[in-house]
C-alpha cells in the first residue's frame, strides 16, 4: 500500500499541481490529433500487431513501477537504447511508407516542382472508359495506371517504353492473353500510353478483402505511392474498379468511370493552370530585374 502512495506522490501529484494555460491547451490539442492520425495509419499496416506488443511491455513497466518489481524496471531501463533501434528497424517499411506520403502531399511543390503535370484530354477519358468497358465484356485482366503530378519514372523503367496515342484498341491488344505485354500495367502519361508490362509495389492494408488477386492490390499500392489514377478491370468477374489515394471503389459502372475520370481531368488542369500561372509570375519578376539592371 505504501508502494502505491508513493507512486501516486512521486509520479501523478506534480501534475495535478500543474497551472494549465491556453497555450498548454492548444499544444495539447495537437498532439493528441498526430496521435490519432499515426494510430488510424498504423491500424492499417501489418505494423498494428507490433504496436499492440509494445503497449503491452508498456503496461508491464506500469505495473513493475506500482509494484516496486526492481529486476523488471532494471531490464527495461537498460533495454531502452536497443529497443529504440529494433523500433526502427522493424518499423522501417511502415515508416518509409509514412514519409512517402507525406512527400506526396506536395506541400512545397509549387516551389520545388518545375515539372508541368500533363493534361488528359477528352478523347483520351472516352478511349480509357471504352476500352475499360470492353475489356470487362471479354473478362479480360487489365491494369491502367494514370500519372498525376508525381512522377512514376521508377515503375516505368521496368517495363517496355511505348510512347503511343492512348486508343481503346490499341490498350485490348496489350492486355489480350497470351501477347508479350499483356502482363502487368500500363502507365498514361497525358495523352500518351507511356510503357506497358510495368511492375507496381503491393498494398500491404489488410483491409482489402481477401478475394481481391495482386492485380487490385497492386492497383491499391500504387495509389498509396503515388497520387496516381488507376483503373482496374477483374479477369473473374469482368468488374471495373478504380483505386486513388489508398481506396478501392468496385464495380463502378460506365458512367462512374466517366464521371471519376472527368474530375481527375478537372483537377489536374486546374493544377497545369497553376503551374502556368506560376511559371508566368516568374517570368514577369525576372523581366523586372532585367529591366531594372
Known sequence: MDTIREFFSNYVSPFILLRITVMDV???LIIACLVYYVIKWVKNTK???LLKGILVLFAIYVIAAVLGFDAILWIFANGVGVSITAIIILFQPELRKALETLGKRNIMSPFLDPREEGLISDKSVNELVRAAVELGKAKTGALIVIERSVNLDEYEATGIKIDSVITAELLINIFEHNTPLHDGAVIVRGDRLAAATCYLPLSENTRISKELGTRHRAAVGISEASDS???????QTGGVSIAENGELSRRVSKEQLRERLLVFQNS????????GRRKKFLRGIRKEKAISR
Open 47 to 49: 505494423a498494428w500487431a
Open 268 to 275: 489536374t488542369a486546374d493544377k497545369e493552370n497553376k503551374t
Open 26 to 28: 492548444i499544444e495539447i
Open 229 to 235: 489514377f488507376t483503373i482496374v478491370v477483374s479477369e
